[in-house]
């Protein structure tokens, strides 16, 4: 490295002070980056007492030798924080949301890495997962655990709105990145956004300005929802009711069940009760599956109208055309909408063997979005990420002129989608039409509403 190991007078090689330094008679002193095996060795004594005569002169040669001497990977990462990209997939593995988002959102984060190239700005993107069952606490301590000890750089995914709301709060603490693919709450970008949070793929005021309006303004005046008593639920209501208000029609009622849920009949019998025209589910996944099999069984559609406030390819797969054709809801991507979704949804089934939720579409997205704010920027500091990806314009096969506000909210078009007839399905996974787009600037809350304190008004 450009000088020789002394111990005491004696000069003696690299080998020997390495065993000197296995049996304890030498001290070793790091002369430059953690990256480079660069070292000046002393005897084991105190510092005070180490031999000194080795010069500032000889101190400074050494380090410039070590230098000189670093291998070209260290030159080509060196604006990459620990010579790694890692992206941590906060998501549901094995529980109520595992379909909609889980083992396919980390699926699908690996592959914009690996379509990357697998490198950015010749460091490695590295890929790794948690399962954060759908509890906030959870959720905080794999934060902390990613974030303090294994140097993660952005989180993405962050199932649940609690444990999304809880963890983009660490993420700005320690200076790094979220990418809420799967939590919903507008919260995220308004009371509790953060100069260090985008909300990427859709939100409850966008879910609910989509099919609470529409169906609203078709006629369908009065509505009774069945709500889960979470962080997303309370959202999904709240957002929905003002819509419906907004386009003339009336909230009759409403009943919240605990999370998760098995028995959804006393809830349903209080709807059907109300006299609704329209039943709103709040629900997801599983529990939201649960109830429309259940809703079946009592004979309320077609007397009433059941409508999925936010509902997935993944739910009509598991319930089958049978029991959901004719359903209205709002989606952020569909497989089949053009050449583009379905040249990347057939290479994401040929491994997962399902098609791709806007959720796990949207984590894709996301990725190499950052990924390209990175290469463009020369550099993984968040500050700097988080402007260029603001300035960057969104153009994939998930979002066309995509833009991320100063709220952290990425405003795209999104769409009401209608379930086909049995009979209108050509092949598997053929499940939808689409009857509308609706442009993002009028699916999403107008900045004018914005609570966050980002935004100058």
């Given at each position: 490295m450009g000088w020789q190991q002394k111990y005491g007078d004696k000069i003696i090689s690299a080998e020997q002070a390495a065993k000197l330094v296995k049996s304890g008679a030498l001290v070793r002193l790091s002369v430059g980056k953690a990256s480079i095996p660069s070292f000046i060795f002393f005897k084991r004594y105190t510092l005070q007492e180490a031999d000194m005569r080795l010069s500032k002169k000889t101190l400074t040669a050494a380090v410039c030798a070590a230098c000189i001497a670093a291998p070209a990977a260290w030159a080509q990462t060196g604006k990459i924080s620990n010579g790694v990209v890692k992206i941590g997939v906060m998501t549901d593995l094995s529980g109520l949301y595992a379909d909609l988002s889980g083992p396919g959102s980390v699926l699908a984060a690996k592959m914009a890495a690996e379509d990357f190239g697998g490198k950015v700005l010749g460091a490695p993107i590295e890929v790794i997962s948690g399962d954060l069952q759908n509890k906030p606490d959870v959720a905080s301590s794999i934060a902390r655990r990613w974030l303090d000890q294994e140097n993660v750089d952005m989180v993405t995914d962050l199932t649940g709105s609690a444990a999304a709301l809880a963890v983009v709060k660490i993420v700005k603490e320690k200076n790094r990145i979220a990418m809420?693919?799967?939590?919903?709450?507008?919260?995220?970008?308004?009371?509790?956004?953060?100069?260090?949070?985008?909300?990427?793929?859709?939100?409850?005021?966008?879910?609910?300005?989509?099919?609470?309006?529409?169906?609203?303004?078709?006629?369908?005046?009065?509505?009774?929802?069945?709500?889960?008593?979470?962080?997303?639920?309370?959202?999904?209501?709240?957002?929905?009711?003002?819509?419906?208000?907004?386009?003339?029609?009336k909230v009759l009622g409403s009943v919240k069940h605990p999370f998760p849920g098995s028995d959804f009949s006393s809830f349903l019998l209080q709807a059907q009760a109300s006299g609704a025209q329209v039943i709103g589910l709040n629900n997801a996944s599983s529990d939201l599956i649960t109830t429309i099999k259940q809703a079946a069984e009592f004979g309320i559609a077609p007397k009433q109208r059941l409508v999925g406030m936010i509902f997935m390819i993944?739910?009509?797969?598991?319930?089958?055309?049978?029991?959901?054709?004719?359903?209205v809801y709002t989606d952020a991507f569909y497989w089949d909408m053009n050449g583009e979704t379905r040249a990347w949804s057939k290479r994401f089934f040929e491994r997962q063997k399902r098609?791709?939720?806007?959720?796990?579409?949207?984590?894709?997205?996301?990725?190499?979005?950052?990924?390209?704010?990175?290469?463009?920027?020369?550099?993984?500091?968040?500050g700097v990420i988080m402007a260029k990806m603001k300035a960057t314009p969104v153009n994939d096969f998930f979002a066309k002129n995509g833009k991320i506000r100063e709220d952290g909210r990425m405003v795209h078009d999104m769409y009401l989608m209608q379930v086909k007839k049995p009979e209108e399905s050509k092949q598997p996974w053929d499940y939808l039409k689409l009857l509308k787009v609706i442009p993002g600037d009028q699916a999403f809350q107008p900045l004018s509403k914005s609570r966050c304190p980002l935004v100058k008004k």
């Open positions: 809420v693919s799967s939590g919903g709450t507008t919260r995220l970008t308004n009371e509790d956004c953060t100069d260090r949070t985008v909300h990427w793929a859709y939100d409850t005021y966008a879910l609910a300005n989509g099919s609470a309006r529409a169906l609203t303004q078709e006629g369908a005046k009065t509505w009774f929802f069945i709500t889960p008593d979470y962080a997303f639920g309370h959202s999904m209501e709240k957002d929905a009711s003002e819509a419906i208000v907004a386009a003339g029609g993944t739910d009509i797969h598991s319930i089958g055309l049978k029991a959901t054709q004719g359903m098609m791709p939720t806007m959720i796990q579409a949207g984590v894709y997205s996301a990725v190499t979005h950052y990924l390209k704010a990175i290469k463009a920027s020369g550099t993984d500091e968040a």
